[in-house]
């Protein structure tokens, strides 16, 4: 039988590890990771390999060659292009006409791949995918089998809202030959998304196996290091060359001439190769050194790996720490936890590295450093630049001048040379300054921008939803930490940047892989003011100003010091609103500091009540959320919110669909379906609400936190259209907002969040998903589980670690009771898992 090994990645997830080498090449335990996999292969009899390769091809033809040197037979395949997983096999075909075992070459595994051999075989199987269960299904793909391990579904890399098991794709195939026939020749091809889909919907054999046994994909830094360490501790037999020595109590394993001084200080598995020399009293503990090393006496080495040809000189202190080929440690210095050191990198004496601080390759550590952030860009950054749309960071801590320039290239090198982005802020002068230094990045790659300069971010939207810009992105501040910056990155239609868009973006930024544009080709600033004029215009054909000017309502709007305040007063009033309005003073040369959200509210409430008002708003910052006060000071959640718009909208005759999220209140289909309206129900996220919006049947798209879309002005949330809308349907129902209210069914809706480590949430969502086999149960996004009229929702945060459950029903004693017992089962099983 022969095997495909997958070894043609680039490796960036594991950066910078890969600096000099691919992925499959990075040594374990002093040897290749792919070597690791020839070998499991041949001990299972599987000897005529085919080795599809692409970034960096000639690094493993020359360790492996024609493969003699290690039992078996190898054959070379190296598309001219990046094919897709599916796609580079196809390239393989001439050579595979037999049953064939597809494998990553990145992968630590002991599965008996005869039993997944027979499984194939003893089902009849065209393709049979070898699972496993993990903690973190996040980066892989979830796999669902039916009871006879048929395959029924998958869900490629998705969002916690939609774990519903922790069951995933290996990597590890077995295929017939005339799968092949369903890929097409020359395109980008993948297994995972078009070809196991395609035999899925062609009710082909499709199985899928779980195998017990070890298996990790070693795709980042934190799994190379979790892999050594499984090792250390037994979880793997793992071959390793160097011979073991006759020291008792010690697992010591040293190559040729190796010169160990003493012994002594040596504890678990150590391991020293060729040529390497530890020179007097040293305490090395589980640790990996490669060849040609030196290690100096008085050294620390605890759970460490270090590679090829680099020294340590004395007193220095390594911990669960990689040092790369060709590195020199000086003395004294210390490497806490998660340090990754890549080639040819100098630490100088007494210099401190942080905990999981990355140091890309060549780089020069001066003496009695400390080193706090990675030494890439100049600081300290997550594994993901995006939070959905955003990047958020501590102003010119974590996003700094430099990283945005580089951003702002690195987004630029992802669109066409010679395109236009729309560039916005709000008052806050580091928004000011971080926004310059990403629109030069972006006029290096060749893009031209044009700038709206201090703009509320409706106002951006609206213009992208007109033709000229490909994409938009507006600098803010974080309302939950004013030292934080966030970063807003839309689409050409102004919708949110898709995850896609976004890792396109990172993979580009880790990679620095930039496009420069000749000197005579930079992008070109043009700065736009005549937005505010199309918005003005648009804003006043999409409500009726004659039903407005005869109700001459009296509004109270807090503007938290946004934008928006230089347009929404002047709109108003001429709809015949009289406006007083809080806060609304901007000054772009000095900072501002916010009220707190409750404190400004209560005063909000008092001056509403005291004036006579008919209703007030606090308008968040964004522009894109509001909070309503009634005529009597009544403050009303998100929640409360949408449903008084909906029931408006219904009182006034408005006839559609409602796109709301998942969690949002089931008395919205209530109140819909009285009316011959409809609801959509989407994700949770941003993008998926506002992409609803763009169907021609939707009337009202929103969040449960008081953001609002009204397609017919634009598809995108706005708060300030929202205002004026709100008090329009008012005054067609004649109603006060307070008696408004009572058109909204009676519902109990309760909500709580508990915290879950990132390694628990699939196994939450699986405990979750095997709880609800018997109950009515659907799965948009996270598990909503039904009981007649009244539900339940868990979901997975996205971005914090943390679990939601939502309850609603006619009682407030069974809501509670509900949330009650979905929060102890969550509880319970997280100490299952403990």
């Not at 070597?35 to 091809?57: A, C, R, S």
């Not at 430099?402 to 806050?428: I, Q």
């Not at 990172?506 to 420069?516: A, G, M």
């Not at 215009?537 to 109270?556: I, N, P, Y």
Request: charged share 25%.
């Amino acid at each position: 039988m022969k095997a495909v090994i997958m070894a043609g990645g680039f490796g960036t997830r594991i950066q910078p590890l890969t600096g000099s080498m691919p992925k499959p090449m990075i040594p374990l335990f002093n040897r290749p990771i792919m070597l690791h996999i020839v070998e499991l292969l041949k001990k299972y009899e599987i000897t005529d390999l085919v080795m599809l390769l692409y970034h960096q091809p000639f690094y493993i033809k020359n360790f492996f060659r024609d493969g003699a040197d290690f039992g078996v037979k190898i054959s070379y395949v190296t598309p001219l292009t990046d094919m897709g997983t599916a796609g580079a096999v196809k390239a393989a075909e001439k050579l595979l006409d037999e049953r064939f075992m597809v494998i990553s070459g990145d992968l630590l595994t002991d599965f008996n791949l005869k039993k997944i051999i027979d499984f194939h075989q003893d089902n009849k199987a065209k393709a049979t995918i070898t699972l496993t269960s993990v903690k973190d299904p996040l980066q892989f793909g979830v796999v669902i089998t039916d009871k006879e391990k048929r395959i029924t579904q998958f869900l490629e890399k998705p969002g916690w809202g939609e774990v519903i098991s922790d069951t995933i794709n290996t990597g590890i195939y077995v295929l017939e030959p005339e799968v092949l026939k369903y890929i097409p020749e020359g395109e980008n091809f993948d297994f995972s998304q078009d070809l196991f889909p395609l035999m899925l919907k062609k009710k082909d054999a499709l199985f899928g196996m779980t195998a017990k046994g070890y298996w990790r994909d070693i795709g980042n830094t934190d799994s190379y290091r979790e892999a050594c360490i499984d090792v250390f501790r037994g979880r793997i037999n793992l071959k390793i060359d160097e011979p073991k020595q006759d020291f008792v109590g010690k697992d010591l394993r040293t190559g040729a001439d190796v010169k160990l001084e003493d012994a002594s200080g040596l504890e678990g598995t150590v391991v020293v190769g060729d040529n390497s020399q530890i020179l007097g009293e040293v305490r090395i503990k589980d640790s990996v050194i490669g060849r040609n090393c030196t290690i100096e006496a008085g050294v620390r080495l605890t759970r460490s790996i270090i590679w090829d040809n680099s020294y340590v000189k004395k007193g220095a202190k390594i911990t669960d720490s990689v040092i790369c080929s060709n590195v020199r440690i000086g003395q004294s210095a210390i490497l806490e936890d998660g340090v990754i050191v890549a080639d040819e990198t100098s630490v100088g004496d007494e210099a401190t590295i942080k905990a999981d601080v990355k140091i890309w390759p060549k780089k020069t550590i001066e003496a009695g450093a400390t080193v706090t952030t990675n030494m890439i860009w100049g600081e300290k950054w997550k594994k993901s630049l995006f939070e959905g749309a955003i990047i958020k960071g501590l102003s010119n801590v974590e996003l700094t001048p430099e990283f945005c320039a580089k951003l702002g290239c690195a987004y630029g090198t992802s669109l066409p040379k010679g395109s236009f982005v729309l560039a916005g802020r709000d008052s806050n002068p580091s928004s000011r300054m971080l926004k310059r230094c990403f629109v030069g990045g972006l006029l290096s790659a060749g893009v031209n921008v044009r700038d709206m300069k201090m703009t509320a971010l409706p106002l951006l939207r609206y213009k992208l939803k007109t033709f000229g810009e490909v994409s938009g992105v507006h600098f803010r501040q974080a309302q939950d930490d004013p030292a934080q910056l966030e970063i807003v990155f839309l689409d050409g239609d102004g919708l949110d940047f898709s995850s896609n868009m976004g890792k396109n973006i990172e993979r580009t930024f880790f990679k620095e892989n930039f496009r420069r544009a000749h000197h005579t080709e930079p992008g070109v600033i043009t700065d736009i003011n005549n937005v505010g004029d199309f918005y003005r215009e648009g804003f006043l054909r999409a409500v009726d100003r004659e039903t407005l000017a005869k109700a001459a309502c009296t509004v109270v709007v807090d503007f938290c010091f946004s934008p928006a305040s230089q347009i929404l007063p002047q709109l108003l009033t001429k709809l015949g609103f009289s406006v007083i309005a809080l806060n609304a003073y901007v000054d772009e040369g000095r900072g501002v500091k916010m009220k707190p959200r409750d404190e400004a509210l209560k005063q909000l409430s008092t001056i509403v009540s005291s004036l006579g008002a008919q209703a007030g708003f606090w308008l968040d910052p964004t522009a894109e959320a509001v909070t309503l006060v009634d005529e009597t000071g009544r403050i009303y959640s998100g929640v409360e919110l949408l449903s008084l718009i909906v029931a408006l909208l219904m009182k006034s005759g408005q006839k559609g669909t409602i796109a709301i999220p998942v969690q949002a209140p089931s008395i919205i289909e209530q109140m819909t379906r009285e009316h011959r309206s409809q609801v959509n129900r989407t994700k949770s996220s941003d993008r998926a609400m506002l992409e609803a919006a763009t169907s021609s049947e939707v009337i009202l798209s929103a969040s449960v936190d008081g953001r609002f879309a009204f397609p017919h002005f634009q598809g995108s949330f706005d708060g300030m259209f929202a205002i004026a809308k709100l008090m329009e349907l008012a005054a067609v129902s004649g109603l006060p907002l307070s008696q408004a209210l009572n058109l909204v069914p009676a519902s109990a809706f309760l909500q709580t969040s508990i915290p879950c480590p990132w390694e628990m949430k699939g196994g939450i969502m699986r405990k979750m998903s095997e709880d609800s086999l018997e109950k009515e149960a659907t799965f948009i996004d996270g598990i909503k589980v039904h009981f007649g009229e009244d539900w339940v929702l868990v979901l997975p945060d996205q971005y914090i670690p943390y679990v939601h459950v939502v309850a609603e029903a006619k009682d407030s004693k069974v809501a509670q009771k509900l949330l009650n017992e979905y929060q102890k089962k969550i509880v319970t099983w997280k100490k299952e898992m403990v």
